[in-house]
């Protein structure tokens, strides 16, 4: 094999020649972690201040809003940045849940107290759930497409059903109930407690936005997306393809597993119910409606989700009818809005939410110059 000669970087495969250096100054500006932690600073004390005006329904929605945009930041990493598909994601939430939900149960029997039980809890949640992706990516490094998907929709069945065989661990299916999380007595005595709630999921959703959007713009970033592109030319430029497709399942794992545990803490309860298969399809049509491979995308797809999900109860509290009608509804109305929204996304915008706002912006840009020339 013959070397890459700088004479060739203009015509080395595209994986390839993003992995390559630039000249000097071809970066961004500034640091990027700078950067990214104006953006979350200034997020976080946006979602802060909506939290003050909101009643507590609300606040606890923007706080599920968050927990899912932890999952879906991670997951878009893996589907969207590296290619895998995965139907797993749910039971890895789940993982997480009962992780936070064991924790928090075996500290409240033993009677000890603190602020540090629940960032202790979330914090094994994600090495539990990381060490699960770990697992899951080994065995499925030598699949692809079809395959890939089979094996992490065995394991979207497997985990529920394990809780419901070990009923003296996890409860079967009455599930895990614990002390729900209150506000720190400095806020004081009437404090919202929905609005706290709301502040510890949206300091989650930060920290992983953050850690995500700094891994997509690294070494390693780069490295999903030759992998995804073109796993050959990846290998001629030195990328372990199986370890970064496995570290990847890695990272998408430990994401699920901290949205999992903030869900956990939010209703104080887990239970298989929850977690269903239903559950991984939405999470999936989430980030492709939201755009595959954009953490803004995986904005718009966690914000689908909650309002999606509150769907049925909406319109069952709208109009009056018949409790049989109102069950078929509650069942089956979200995974078939979600299905047709997916459908016409598809075939209006098939980057996505994330890339019709991309393309809008773009043409008011295009007709701004125009307008000024």
């Known amino acids: 094999m013959t070397a890459t000669r700088p004479s060739d970087v203009s015509t080395a495969p595209s994986p390839l020649r993003r992995l390559l250096p630039g000249p000097p100054g071809a970066g961004p500006r500034g640091s ?20 003050n005006q909101l009643p507590p329904y609300q606040n606890l929605q923007v706080a599920r809003v968050c927990a899912f945009l932890c999952v879906t930041a991670g997951y878009t990493v893996l589907v969207g940045l590296n290619g895998q598909l995965s139907l797993g ?82 409860n079967g299916e009455q599930g895990l109930r614990f002390p729900a999380e209150t506000p720190p ?41 030759a992998v995804r592109d073109d796993e050959v030319a990846a290998q001629l430029a030195g990328i372990h393809v199986a370890r970064t497709q496995v570290l990847a399942f890695v990272v998408s794992a430990a994401c699920a597993g901290l949205g999992g545990g903030v869900y956990a803490v939010l209703t104080a309860t887990v239970a298989p119910g929850k977690f269903s298969l239903d559950l991984s399809l939405f999470l999936l049509m989430a980030i492709v409606i939201g755009g595959l491979g954009s953490l803004a995308g995986a ?7 909650v309002a999606l999900q509150d769907l049925p109860s909406l319109i069952t509290e709208t109009f009056t009818l018949p409790s049989g009608l109102a069950r078929r509804l509650e069942g089956n109305l979200a995974l078939a809005v979600f299905g047709l929204i997916l459908i016409v996304v598809m075939l209006a915008a098939p980057g996505g939410l994330q890339g019709a706002a991309r393309t809008l912006n773009a043409r008011l840009r295009a007709r701004l110059r125009a307008a000024r020339r």
């Open 185 to 225: 007595a400095f806020l004081g005595a009437y404090f919202q407690p929905e609005r706290w709630l709301a502040w510890v999921a949206l300091l989650a959703a930060l920290l992983t936005m953050l850690l995500m959007a700094n891994l997509v713009r690294s070494r390693f970033g780069r490295s999903l997306r």
């Open 32 to 51: 990027t972690l700078l950067r990214h932690l104006v953006l979350a600073v200034l997020a976080g004390t946006a979602v802060v201040l909506l939290t």
């Open 299 to 305: 904005v718009w797809g966690a914000v689908l989700l």
């Open 89 to 170: 994601h749910g039971a890895l939430m789940a993982t997480g849940a009962y992780t936070v939900a064991l924790m928090q149960q075996g500290f409240d029997e033993r009677a000890v107290q603190g602020r540090w039980i629940l960032p202790l809890s979330l914090l094994l949640a994600v090495g539990v759930t990381a060490l699960a992706g770990l697992i899951i990516g080994l065995a499925a490094a030598r699949l692809r497409g079809p395959y890939l998907a089979g094996v992490t929709l065995a394991v979207a069945t497997l985990v529920p059903a394990i809780t419901t065989i070990f009923t003296d661990v996890f």
